[in-house]
């Protein structure tokens, strides 16, 4: 008898460890899947990569060299194992994980981490306007030092707190690989990485097959094959996903999303973005330069109508255009208020005309907005909706539509009186979230100059000490709500409708990484 | 010969005012380099205009157009920013998946198109002649991209037999070569029925019979051959619209050819590969309708004499 709870305890372990084989088998490890978005990459070479659909490709083939939590968009540690920078917060040195290998079997260095690092700053490699050209503009790079093989050295000209944010967006590339190549421009037909998938075929605006690389140095995935496939028309890619020829789809419209949920094996996933909407005040007029008068038309916005008719309650209004982790959470969104909107506006001595539109001295309280987005696209629907709910209030904004270039155009020279409508994307830094707001900055083109606002968003970006930027960053955006330079709006309502096998955690910057995806059997 | 002469002058000329058209549009809503670089985000003002520069676009125009005829003349047709490539290689690469789809459209329009308007004409009034007209205004009526989403809708998610897009099998070329087929089809239908019409009431058509031909001979060797002259022209102007106008199609079905590429590249505003893809598409557009001409006057010998 005494020896029942040794035998109990050894049935139970056998019992135990033969459960959790099954569980550990429950997913299919020859699983294929399929994703379909509107672009996949169009070269091979990730500099050259301007889209962040295309992008999520690269995400698979390479590793970057930090990597941000796809669940809380925190920094991890990846290819770099540990960092630390001098109280100058001009160097930094970074220690690189020994076991990091390529496609090839090639070890990765600290040789190569300097070699990727620069060729972001190779201007006859990275586009203007590209995803990289960006990342490179963040930081305004000196020298590196290589220690020994897994430490690197990197200074910079001025202190940028941000920087393993940035690297978190460099791929990590093999020196040898690429300068063995006969010239810079091959590398868009040629690729070696170190992520844990492996190009296996690359057909020019058709697809990109992806293969699992089995002895990547994290261990191998669970799904043997991803290919991404470029299908523009929304409506034929949640065809395919209908019919299974496809496994995942992204970006189609909210209106959809009742319909898809109905269909069998499929499921909805919706996470808010990276990109933040709002209206944008002409700074340089003086209509616009009245704080009450901008906090007025935030109190006028009704959100939550917008919220239900247009994103099936799925995309909450925008408390402060700063992305998670970096955002103020004891901000409260601008709440719809339309007495205190009235009160703000009579306040400043404009009365209702004959047409009901406030006036002040002959002037009307609003203009028109100018907006790119196609007639189709939710987001129009979006700026016409807040001109109702505005007219309904005696405010007059006009959206008036302009061709994207022209748009930019006469943005950027000012060509406009009182409204622009748009997004703001960024790779939830921080810093980039609201650096559209800085004087200097070409995006800022309601040309919002405030001298307290600048004094923070400088401390902020050149503070060393974690504890004490995040302190300032949080001044910053109460002052940012207070003074109210935007209309804040919503955050981009990221969907992704996939195959109820397919066990995957998007990450809300958009980008398809599907490291840890599996496919149930 | 004069007749030849004067027609490639006129193809030159169309082809001279095509580039001029397509160089000057990049112009028209606004600075192209932000067409390019889009927001310019991240980039200082120095960045922007150092880029402008490097793509000639502080130059004056005319020096610009020049500049990009000249090479142009040479075969050169810039190289696109979006893929990195010269553009030529880009186009050599995706036109054979749109001569594809565009020749199974039109061969299987014609193959339609004829009995259909033989039926109809040599049946006038019939049940057979408004059923063909039926099926020819249906198909004139139709917008492609509707007809395309229902052919994916009944063929594929509700019947199963099609696949919905892509290129690489021959299960895959059928529904959208289908939809692209339909407008010609339609307008042949319509042509042959009202040109055979015309010739079955000529002079040598009565005679013919009255030499005792039968029926069937006096329509094809006599009635058909001759009203399908003006078809012809037809064909080949449906064949330039299939090759340069498939980009519905092409985008509904994920079909990579032209008509993709050229959507691409205005979404990408990639300005050179448009420019590109909108003369080449006019140079082959006007050699068509220049060997049409030719031919023409190979088979109608009144052209010659007028």
Same mark, same amino acid.
């Given at each position: 008898?005494?020896?029942?709870?040794?035998?109990?305890?050894?049935?139970?372990?056998?019992?135990?460890?033969?459960?959790?084989?099954?569980?550990?088998?429950? +997913?299919? #490890?020859?699983?294929?899947?399929?994703?379909?978005?509107?672009?996949?990459?169009?070269?091979?070479?990730?500099?050259?990569?301007?889209?962040l659909?295309?992008?999520?490709?690269?995400?698979?083939? $390479?590793?970057?060299?930090?990597?941000?939590?796809?669940?809380?968009m925190?920094?991890?540690?990846?290819?770099?194992?540990?960092?630390?920078?001098?109280?100058?917060?001009?160097?930094?040195?970074?220690?690189?994980?020994?076991?990091?290998?390529?496609?090839?079997?090639?070890?990765?260095?600290?040789?190569?981490?300097?070699? &990727?690092?620069?060729?972001?700053?190779?201007?006859?490699?990275?586009?203007?306007?590209?995803?990289? &050209? $960006?990342?490179? &503009?963040?930081?305004? @790079?000196?020298?590196?030092?290589?220690?020994? %093989?897994?430490?690197?050295?990197? +200074?910079?000209?001025?202190?940028?707190?941000?920087? #393993? +944010?940035?690297?978190?967006?460099?791929?990590?590339?093999?020196?040898?690989? @690429?300068?063995?190549? #006969?010239?810079?421009?091959?590398?868009?037909?040629?690729?070696?990485?170190?992520?844990?998938?492996?190009?296996?075929?690359?057909?020019?605006?058709?697809?990109?097959?992806?293969?699992?690389?089995?002895? @990547?140095?994290?261990? #191998?995935?669970?799904?043997?094959?991803?290919?991404?496939?470029?299908?523009?028309?929304v %409506?034929?890619?949640l065809?395919?996903?209908?019919?299974?020829?496809?496994?995942?789809?992204k970006d189609f419209s909210p209106s959809r999303i009742e319909e898809i949920d109905a269909?069998?094996?499929?499921?909805i996933i919706h996470k808010s973005g990276g990109c933040r909407y709002f209206i944008g005040f002409n700074h340089e007029n003086p209509k616009w330069q009245n704080k009450n008068i901008r906090q007025a038309l935030n109190f006028a916005v009704d959100w939550n109508s917008i919220n239900e008719a247009l994103f099936a309650n799925g995309s909450p209004r925008l408390e402060i255009d700063v992305n998670p982790p970096w955002n103020d959470p004891s901000i409260i969104a601008y709440q719809y208020d339309p007495e205190k909107a009235k009160s703000l506006i009579e306040g400043e001595g404009y009365t209702l005309n004959a047409d009901n539109y406030y006036e002040k001295d002959g002037e009307v309280l609003g203009g028109s907005a100018y907006f790119s987005y196609p007639q189709t696209s939710v987001y129009t629907e979006m700026i016409f909706a807040i001109a109702d709910q505005y007219r309904k209030q005696g405010i007059l904004l006009e959206p008036v539509y302009q061709e994207s270039?022209n748009y930019t155009?006469k943005l950027?020279?000012?060509?406009w009186d009182d409204f622009f409508y748009k997004r703001d994307c960024s790779?939830f830094?921080g810093?980039g979230d609201i650096a559209h707001l800085?004087?200097?900055?070409?995006s800022n083109y309601g040309r919002w100059?405030d001298?307290?606002w600048?004094?923070?968003?400088?401390? $902020?970006?050149?503070?060393?000490?974690?504890?004490?930027?995040?302190?300032?960053f949080y001044e910053l955006q109460q002052y940012n709500y207070e003074e109210a330079p935007i209309v804040f709006l919503t955050r981009s309502l990221e969907l992704w409708a996939?195959?109820?096998?397919?066990?995957?955690?998007p990450?809300p910057d958009g980008?398809?990484? $599907?490291?840890?995806? @599996?496919?149930?059997? | 010969?004069?007749?030849?002469?004067?027609?490639?002058?006129?193809?030159?000329?169309?082809?001279?005012?095509?580039?001029?058209?397509?160089?000057?549009?990049?112009?028209?809503?606004?600075?192209? !380099?932000?067409?390019?670089?889009?927001e310019?985000?991240?980039?200082?003002?120095?960045?922007?205009?150092?880029?402008?520069?490097?793509?000639?676009?502080?130059?004056?125009?005319?020096?610009?157009?020049?500049?990009?005829? /000249?090479?142009?003349?040479?075969?050169?047709?810039?190289?696109?920013?979006?893929?990195?490539?010269?553009?030529?290689?880009?186009?050599?690469?995706?036109?054979?998946? !749109?001569?594809?789809?565009?020749?199974?459209?039109?061969?299987?329009?014609?193959?339609?198109?004829?009995?259909?308007?033989?039926?109809?004409?040599?049946?006038?009034?019939?049940?057979?002649?408004?059923?063909?007209?039926?099926?020819?205004?249906?198909?004139?009526?139709?917008?492609?991209?509707?007809?395309?989403?229902?052919?994916?809708?009944?063929?594929?998610?509700?019947?199963?037999?099609?696949?919905?897009?892509?290129?690489?099998?021959?299960?895959?070329?059928?529904?959208?070569?289908?939809?692209?087929?339909?407008?010609?089809?339609?307008?042949?239908?319509?042509?042959?029925?009202?040109?055979?019409?015309?010739?079955?009431?000529?002079?040598?058509?009565? !005679?013919?019979?009255?030499?005792?031909?039968?029926?069937?001979?006096?329509?094809?060797?006599?009635?058909?051959?001759?009203?399908?002259?003006?078809?012809?022209?037809?064909?080949?102007?449906?064949?330039? /619209?299939?090759?340069?106008?498939?980009?519905?199609?092409?985008?509904?079905?994920?079909?990579?050819?032209?008509?993709?590429? !050229?959507?691409?590249?205005?979404?990408?505003?990639?300005?050179?590969?448009?420019?590109?893809?909108?003369?080449?598409?006019?140079?082959?557009?006007?050699?068509?309708?220049?060997?049409?001409?030719?031919?023409?006057?190979?088979?109608?010998?009144?052209?010659?004499?007028?």
């Open positions: 008898m005494k020896r029942f709870p040794v035998v109990f305890c050894l049935v139970l372990a056998l019992f135990m460890s033969v459960s959790f084989a099954v569980c550990a088998q429950d +997913y299919d #490890p020859d699983a294929s899947i399929v994703f379909t978005t509107d672009d996949i990459p169009s070269t091979l070479d990730p500099m050259w990569s301007s889209a659909n295309a992008d999520g490709a690269f995400r698979n083939i $390479f590793d970057t060299m930090f990597i941000q939590d796809p669940a809380t925190l920094l991890q540690p990846h290819v770099i194992k540990e960092y630390s920078c001098d109280e100058s917060g001009l160097v930094w040195t970074f220690i690189i994980r020994d076991d990091v290998v390529t496609q090839a079997g090639e070890k990765i260095t600290a040789e190569d981490l300097v070699y &990727s690092f620069e060729r972001i700053y190779d201007v006859e490699i990275a586009i203007p306007g590209s995803f990289m &050209s $960006f990342l490179s &503009s963040q930081i305004e @790079y000196d020298k590196s030092e290589i220690i020994d %093989d897994y430490t690197w050295k990197l +200074y910079t000209k001025s202190p940028t707190p941000g920087l #393993p +944010y940035v690297l978190a967006g460099v791929y990590v590339m093999d020196k040898s690989f @690429y300068e063995a190549l #006969p010239s810079k421009e091959a590398a868009r037909e040629k690729i070696m990485g170190t992520g844990p998938y492996y190009v296996s075929e690359y057909v020019l605006d058709d697809h990109i097959t992806l293969e699992r690389f089995d002895d @990547y140095w994290m261990g #191998p995935q669970k799904i043997k094959t991803i290919t991404f496939r470029e299908i523009k028309d %409506d034929t890619r065809f395919e996903l209908e019919t299974g020829g496809v496994d995942a789809v269909w069998d094996n499929v499921k270039n155009t950027a020279n000012m060509e790779t830094d810093l800085a004087a200097g900055n070409t100059n001298a307290k600048m004094e923070l968003y400088k401390a $902020f970006r050149t503070e060393m000490d974690a504890a004490k930027a995040k302190e300032i996939l195959n109820e096998k397919l066990v995957w955690e990450s980008r398809c990484n $599907f490291r840890g995806a @599996y496919v149930l059997k | 010969m004069d007749y030849i002469i004067r027609r490639l002058l006129q193809s030159i000329i169309v082809v001279f005012g095509v580039t001029i058209v397509s160089f000057g549009f990049q112009f028209l809503s606004g600075d192209p !380099t932000y067409a390019i670089i889009g310019a985000q991240g980039m200082t003002q120095e960045q922007v205009d150092a880029f402008r520069h490097t793509m000639g676009f502080d130059r004056p125009v005319p020096i610009q157009y020049l500049d990009w005829l /000249s090479k142009a003349f040479k075969g050169d047709l810039g190289k696109s920013i979006y893929y990195s490539k010269p553009n030529t290689e880009i186009i050599s690469q995706r036109f054979p998946a !749109t001569v594809e789809i565009a020749i199974f459209a039109l061969v299987l329009s014609l193959l339609i198109a004829i009995p259909l308007g033989i039926v109809a004409a040599t049946h006038r009034n019939s049940f057979w002649d408004r059923i063909s007209m039926v099926i020819a205004l249906i198909g004139q009526s139709l917008p492609t991209f509707w007809v395309g989403l229902m052919s994916i809708l009944v063929f594929s998610v509700w019947l199963k037999w099609l696949p919905v897009s892509g290129r690489g099998t021959f299960r895959q070329l059928i529904l959208p070569s289908v939809t692209l087929s339909l407008y010609p089809l339609a307008r042949n239908t319509r042509m042959i029925r009202s040109t055979l019409l015309e010739v079955l009431g000529e002079d040598f058509i009565r !005679t013919a019979r009255a030499k005792g031909l039968k029926p069937g001979a006096v329509l094809l060797r006599h009635a058909l051959r001759n009203a399908l002259i003006p078809v012809i022209t037809l064909i080949a102007i449906d064949f330039g /619209s299939l090759l340069g106008g498939a980009m519905v199609v092409e985008t509904i079905f994920a079909w990579p050819g032209m008509g993709t590429l !050229t959507v691409n590249s205005i979404f990408a505003k990639d300005l050179p590969l448009v420019q590109a893809c909108v003369v080449f598409l006019a140079v082959i557009f006007v050699a068509i309708n220049f060997i049409v001409d030719f031919v023409y006057v190979v088979l109608d010998p009144r052209v010659r004499l007028r």
